[in-house]
């Protein structure tokens, strides 16, 4: 991946260190010289790119709908809270066969990614990775659709202190887009479109569940139930499955949405103890304000997670694919499409130093916004 761009105005300058390293592919689609290349490079490093047409990614038919997409597949999160202050305890008294199961595969899993005391040891992370994303457009009644159309390429830059202090960069195509949590408000903003703070309490990143926080994914499936076995990829696993509360749905919910539920699956090998595979499937109700029929979104991620590599003694996934499929109905008609994005971990480190609570600030709006909020409240 590029990190480093030449100063192409003066040959004695030093060169551009970017903020997010991209992929050369993405690089190399952004002229067809190097000079154009450059230009085009510090236009985004500038945030000026938003003016550019992006109707055709992810066979978008608009800038907007490119970027909703991509931040949907890019910097989701999950509606759960993880704590990282008790760990995941063996055993329960009166607790079902089946809790009992999952808490004995999660500590096979701890045991399978460093074991508890090298997990205990990291207190932040950083890593860098590239993605390819490639999409379908929205169609019409309940027929299973494919992506299909031009790969677009991109990079990303994640950090994290604990499950509720992180911040990512992605950039895919040209488009930038930021999102991040201060411990008290999660957000995300782009360029081209106003700061959005997420309602309800702020929730860790989706992208830290794909074998890359291997903390997060022990405390989330500490209170899951083993519901069966699955042969995935010719690997036979343990399926362990957990539900999102009612008190965490409902802080999300706005007067015009209403999130049903939101169920996570995790598929655990039995041969290596490690997460194969981590799906969730989210449903959100739009309220109709004249009476009419509701409509209802359903947002389906799969990933399948591949390549574990020791990082200081923590075994993480390093590649894998999420597929996200977004399902609409109600109304007078039913649609789906879909999105494949293929990632790949380039660097991961933990325990960094000097990363501090500043790196973790929300936008000023959203921080005025939080401030309001609070003050309303008292």
């Given at each position: 991946m590029r990190k480093l761009c030449p100063n192409y105005d003066r040959e004695d300058g030093l060169d551009t260190v970017l903020e997010v390293p991209i992929p050369e592919e993405m690089f190399n689609k952004m002229g067809s010289t190097a000079a154009l290349r450059w230009h085009n490079l510090r236009a985004l490093m500038k945030a000026q790119s938003q003016s550019c047409d992006r109707s055709s990614y992810l066979q978008a038919k608009s800038s907007n709908e490119f970027m909703a997409l991509l931040k949907l597949v890019g910097s989701p999160l999950i509606s759960f809270q993880v704590q990282l202050d008790n760990p995941p305890s063996r055993f329960v008294k009166n607790a079902s066969i089946e809790a009992?199961?999952?808490?004995?595969?999660?500590?096979?899993?701890?045991?399978?990614?460093?074991?508890?005391?090298?997990?205990?040891?990291?207190?932040?992370?950083?890593?860098?990775?590239?993605?390819?994303?490639?999409?379908?457009?929205?169609?019409?009644?309940?027929?299973?659709?494919?992506?299909?159309?031009?790969?677009?390429?991109?990079?990303?830059?994640?950090?994290?202190?604990?499950?509720?202090?992180?911040?990512?960069?992605?950039?895919?195509?040209?488009?930038?887009?930021?999102a991040g949590s201060n411990g008290k408000v999660a957000w995300n903003?782009?360029?081209?479109?106003?700061?959005?703070?997420?309602?309800?309490?702020?929730?860790?990143?989706?992208?830290?569940?794909?074998?890359l926080d291997p903390r997060c994914i022990a405390s989330l499936f500490s209170d899951a139930v083993c519901i069966a076995e699955e042969k995935i990829d010719n690997e036979d696993c343990f399926v362990l499955k957990v539900e999102a509360n009612a008190?965490?749905?409902?802080?999300?919910?706005?007067?015009?949405?209403?999130?049903?539920?939101?169920?996570?699956?995790?598929?655990?090998?039995?041969?290596?103890?490690?997460?194969?595979?981590?799906?969730?499937?989210?449903?959100?109700?739009?309220?109709?304000?004249?009476?009419?029929?509701?409509?209802?979104?359903?947002?389906?991620?799969?990933?399948?997670?591949?390549?574990?590599?020791?990082?200081?003694?923590?075994?993480?996934?390093?590649?894998?694919?999420?597929?996200?499929?977004?399902?609409?109905?109600?109304?007078?008609?039913?649609?789906?499409?879909?999105?494949?994005?293929?990632?790949?971990?380039?660097?991961?480190?933990?325990?960094?130093?000097g990363l501090s609570v500043e790196t973790f600030l929300p936008p000023a709006e959203v921080r005025r916004e939080n401030d309001v909020g609070e003050q309303s409240v008292c």
């Open positions: 009992s199961t999952a808490k004995y595969i999660v500590q096979q899993y701890i045991a399978a990614t460093g074991g508890q005391a090298a997990l205990n040891s990291v207190n932040s992370m950083y890593a860098v990775g590239e993605v390819k994303m490639l999409g379908s457009e929205m169609q019409q009644g309940d027929d299973s659709v494919s992506a299909k159309g031009n790969c677009e390429a991109g990079g990303f830059v994640l950090w994290q202190k604990n499950p509720d202090l992180w911040c990512l960069e992605l950039v895919v195509a040209g488009f930038k887009i930021c903003q782009s360029s081209s479109q106003p700061n959005v703070a997420h309602r309800g309490p702020p929730r860790p990143l989706r992208r830290f569940f794909q074998g008190a965490t749905l409902r802080a999300q919910n706005s007067p015009n949405t209403e999130v049903v539920h939101h169920t996570i699956w995790g598929y655990f090998s039995q041969r290596t103890g490690l997460l194969i595979k981590f799906e969730d499937t989210k449903l959100v109700r739009m309220k109709s304000a004249k009476g009419t029929d509701s409509v209802f979104w359903e947002t389906s991620m799969a990933s399948t997670i591949e390549d574990y590599r020791y990082v200081d003694a923590i075994n993480v996934a390093h590649c894998g694919k999420t597929v996200t499929t977004l399902y609409r109905y109600g109304g007078a008609h039913n649609h789906k499409r879909k999105i494949e994005e293929t990632w790949k971990i380039e660097e991961v480190d933990y325990n960094i130093c």
